[in-house]
Every structure is written in C-alpha cells, then in structure tokens.
T-cell receptor, first 111, second 113 residues
Framework: GENVEQHPSTLSVQEGDSAVIKCTYS??????FPWYKQELGKRPQLIID?????GEKKDQRIAVTLNKTAKHFSLHITETQPEDSAVYFC??????????FGAGTILRVKS | NAGVTQTPKFQVLKTGQSMTLQCAQD?????MYWYRQDPGMGLRLIYY???????DKGEVPNGYNVSRLNKREFSLRLESAAPSQTSVYFC????????????FGEGSWLTVV
C-alpha cells in the first residue's frame, strides 16, 4: 500500500527565514497531496493542497511543489513567523482514495 | 454549520471498560474516518466508511469496532479498553480523490488506566 515518508522530523528556523519540509510517496497512482498544520491541542487543519496535474501551487507565504517522476512533494514557508510554529503533516491518497499521512514535522520559529 | 462534531472531548477509562466515541458531520460527505494520534506516530487510520452501510479496516483496527449509523454519523467503539489505546482520536470526513479534502473533528482525548 501507499507509504509516505516525511523529513525532517524537527526543524528550527529564525523568524524571517524560510522553512522547507519534504515528503516522498510510494504509489505512483496517488493524485492528491494535502498539507495540514496542527497546533498544540488542536485538530489538523488543511493549509494547502496540490493535485497531480499541477507542479506548483502558492498561497501567500506558503507554496507546495510536486515532482511526480521522483514521487516527492515539498512544503515551502517563506518569511516565517512565530505563529507558524506547529506540527506539519503531509499526506497522499492511496488506491481507494484514503489519505495516508507522514509522521509529521515539528517546526519551531525562533524570534 | 458545525462541520465535524465528536463526543466526548475527554474520557478516562479503566482497563476492561467499554465506551463509544460519537461522530457526526453536516458536510454531506459520503466518506468518514477514524484516526488515532500518538506522539511521534502521526495519524493512523483505524477504520473508515466509504458510504452509508459500509465499513473497512484501516491500518490499526484491532480492539475497535465501528458503526456507520447513517450518512451523518460514524461511531467508534472500544469493547474492552487497554492502556495501549490511550490516545487522541480524530473523526474526519471528506473524499480526497474526488476533490473534497478531509476535515477533522476537534478530537477526543482518551486515557485508559
């Protein structure tokens, strides 16, 4: 079945710097790749997603890129702010359209 | 429009007790899911229901049962709780392959002592 690996597991950046989180997936048929942000004690919330027919998508300071050939996708956060500190999860669809999640990345933005 | 509502939010159980987590969605999605989240383990799928009347096992189904009561409601039952089932449980709904991403409930914090 689908397997999603996420790196790094923790990431510390200075406020204003960029942060990049990378994920790889195993099922070449996967066609949907969302990213979720989870603050402490809260539910995961969608921040951006990308479909397999698109290579890049941007929403203000957040962007996602997809390389279908290499089966990897990445989250880019520019001009990081303290409120970006959270756990970030990537996910990919499997053969029956369920989401399989990566293990998560703890992002700490130091001010 | 509440989205996904789960109850209870917090529960402490003794080993061997049973309980049911309730979930309801008003987003008119066919698919519903139950995940558990443990530190460092991400979100692991327990059971899912692709439509009313159907349920399927996910990655970690042992020790759980589910019921898809109707399109809106999907419950998760622990028949004989074990300390290993201490976790945060999230209900979710959505059909990602069809353009509807997954939305999560607020979570249920369960402790088994």
């Amino acid at each position: 079945g689908e397997n999603v690996e996420q790196h790094p597991s923790t990431l510390s950046v200075q406020e204003g710097d960029s942060a990049v989180i990378k994920c790889t997936y195993s099922d070449s048929a996967s066609n949907y790749f969302p990213w979720y942000k989870q603050e402490l004690g809260k539910r995961p919330q969608l921040i951006i997603d990308i479909r397999s027919n698109v290579g890049e998508k941007k929403d203000q300071r957040i962007a996602v890129t997809l390389n279908k050939t290499a089966k990897h996708f990445s989250l880019h956060i520019t001009e990081t702010q303290p409120e970006d500190s959270a756990v970030y999860f990537c996910a990919a669809t499997d053969k029956v359209d369920k989401l399989v999640f990566g293990a998560g990345t703890i992002l700490r933005v130091k001010s | 429009n509440a989205g996904v509502t789960q109850t209870p939010k917090f529960q402490v159980l003794k080993t061997g007790q049973s309980m049911t987590l309730q979930c309801a969605q008003d987003m008119n999605h066919n698919s519903m899911y139950w995940y558990r989240q443990d530190p460092g383990m991400g979100l692991r799928l327990i059971y899912y229901s692709a439509s009313e009347g159907t349920t399927d096992k996910g990655e970690v189904p042992n020790g759980y049962n589910v019921s898809r009561l109707n399109k809106r409601e999907f419950s998760l039952r622990l028949e004989s709780a074990a300390p290993s089932q201490t976790s945060v449980y999230f209900c979710a709904t959505g059909t990602p392959g069809s353009g509807n991403t997954i939305y999560f409930g607020e979570g249920s914090w369960l402790t088994v002592v």
